[in-house]
């Protein structure tokens, strides 16, 4: 697009200055595509009402590359931060956005982000309400780091925690894993498979209002398994509830040509990167039907039960593997997929 | 200080994987500092609770170098937030916190940078609630960048917004203006002085609270200036209200060797970036009583009236100088020292 109202085609060190060339950006740009009562307050920050108990979240995004198959860094930092609010059991509605930009971004480049930022936030029912830019020179920073901080209503009828969740209790994905590592990693090492392998950054929080809407107080913990993977998210909640986990690999929803790219590389799916998953945990009772109710819904297509909570082994994430052997999960150790959020 | 407790002595891109070494950055530094109640939910978010309407405020730090006199980025990250919630009239309660670290960042460093947002944050009565940490290769970076963004309750007596100035109001401000961009300034030139300037980096939610319970809906605005300066904030106030400002030069308090750090290298300190100013702008019954309310707390011992509304130049800022001219202060155009916040 023309960003005729910009009187560069790159950002400058200008527009962080908190001055003239700021104005502009923020104006022309970022106020133009957000506008909303909160955010057109203009000061430094925004006033919102609020009653009872709120969610907060806040992560920065530093993917590279910034542009990927199905995505880029904005929509990540939309989803992001939406599906952390979210799997505290609570409405995501408010986010806050800031902006670390290095030095040369094409202005082209900004307003796409912006504009996807402003695509995926709407879609999530979610308004941008406060922001800031600051602008690092060149090689001081990597074209885009983006923040976004949370805040949603937490759900009446939730009653997350970790302390509910008791032996026998199945754990359910909502979908294909390992989607996310592996388009980034795909189009860094430029490969080509049959299909294209898309990042399944996407908002989690309507199906988990649905859930809560529906089983309430019954679900005991949501967690999406973002950096460090399913295997390392579960590694955590095993040691948080000092009780063993066991999975079945057949079980785990894996496109075909997402594990034959794991193997290629050499990635254990278990620890790639997920921005469209997440665990649900539940009593063994209406563990079948919360996996209807989750297949029934546009984000929960390809759920599953995965596993189960034991006493048998403490601490330790145990899978059944496809060939029927066993093996401990460890958590990730060192980095696998640098920068993949 | 010895990190015993963390097995390397930099920062590794695996510290920002989600994996055991983010837990162990996590859980022996950050958690261990920080703990409360809220952060040691360890959940992607927390949950607080708020009655009635939030202030929320972002910014990402970006600040060089990042130790200086008079401060370093993380006292910075805490006083910058905790001051621009305070500007909406509101008491800062809670802070997210997300660090992006470049690989190579020495881990001693790391840590004296998170024991000083602890000491602030204490000073400040706020408490960081949830957070985030993220590692970008080295020269993709710069040592570290910190987002914080704040959440306050409005004060009950606030009544703050734009749409109250009238001509005639006065503007005062707490103390000296252009410290903290000269005491930057001089780190980075290797400037020496008779005794050395320091940032004025510091909180400003106690004094602002103090102002709305002794005199509440008689303020109109708070506003401080950070980056653009003194200069670049009055000429937006001006705009926003489509009047005129008129200042008087000998009025704006400014220690002699910060006035002649700037004639040496040049630069305007109405356009030098300030952390521990801010504006006060209140009806003229009452504003010599603000002044001598504000000069008998310990953040305002330097406040002064600086100057006025007026209907005579609308949209303009107007300053008669030391010797009597008037000039246009217009905005920053471009940027006068990059990175200073």
Redesign the interface.
């Known amino acids: 697009m023309k960003n005729k109202n910009v009187s560069s085609e790159t950002i400058?060190?200008?527009h962080?200055?908190?001055?003239?060339?700021?104005?502009e950006l923020l104006d022309n740009i970022i106020l133009k595509t957000f506008s909303n009562p909160y955010l057109d307050q203009?000061?430094?920050?925004?006033?919102?009402?609020?009653?009872?108990?709120?969610?907060?979240?806040?992560?920065?995004?530093?993917i590279?590359p910034i542009f990927f198959k199905g995505g880029n860094i904005g929509e990540l930092a939309v989803h992001g931060t939406v599906n952390?609010?979210a799997?505290?059991g609570?409405i995501p509605k408010?986010l806050?956005?800031?902006?670390?930009i290095e030095e040369g971004l094409k202005i082209s480049e900004f307003i796409k982000i912006v504009q996807s930022i402003k695509k995926v936030a709407d879609e999530s029912n979610v308004l941008i309400?406060?922001?800031?830019t600051?602008?690092?020179?060149r090689?001081?920073?990597?074209k885009i780091?983006i923040?976004t901080?949370?805040?949603g209503e937490?759900h009446p009828k939730a009653n997350i925690s970790v302390q509910h969740i008791n032996e026998g209790d199945k754990i359910l994905v909502n979908g294909f894993i390992a989607q996310h590592g592996m388009a980034i990693m795909s189009e860094r090492e430029g490969l080509e498979f049959e299909s294209t392998i898309e990042s399944d950054s996407t908002n989690l929080n309507f199906l988990v209002k649905d859930l809560l809407d529906e089983f309430g107080d019954q679900i005991k913990l949501f967690?999406?398994p973002?950096?460090?993977?399913l295997g390392?998210v579960l590694h955590?909640i095993s040691n948080?509830i000092s009780k063993g986990i066991f999975i079945k690999e057949t079980f785990i929803p894996l496109e075909k040509q997402v594990a034959a790219a794991c193997e290629m590389l050499g990635l254990d799916p278990l620890?790639v990167?997920n921005e469209g998953v997440f665990l649900v945990i539940v009593d063994p009772s209406i563990a079948t039907e919360v996996l209807t109710f989750m297949q029934n819904h546009i984000k929960g297509v390809n759920a599953a039960i995965i596993g189960e909570i034991t006493n048998e082994h403490p601490n330790k994430v145990i899978m059944e593997s496809l060939i029927g052997g066993k093996r401990i999960v460890n958590?990730?150790?060192?980095?696998?997929l640098?920068?993949i959020c």
């Open positions: 400058t060190l200008g962080g200055s908190g001055g003239e060339l700021t104005r203009k000061h430094d920050g925004s006033i919102v009402k609020f009653e009872g108990e709120i969610a907060v979240s806040t992560d920065s995004f530093v590279t952390d609010v799997m505290c609570a408010y806050s956005l800031a902006f670390i309400i406060t922001g800031d600051k602008v690092v020179e090689g001081k920073g990597d780091f923040n901080t949370g805040f937490v967690r999406d973002t950096r460090g993977g390392t955590e948080a620890y990167a958590p990730l150790v060192g980095e696998q640098p920068r």
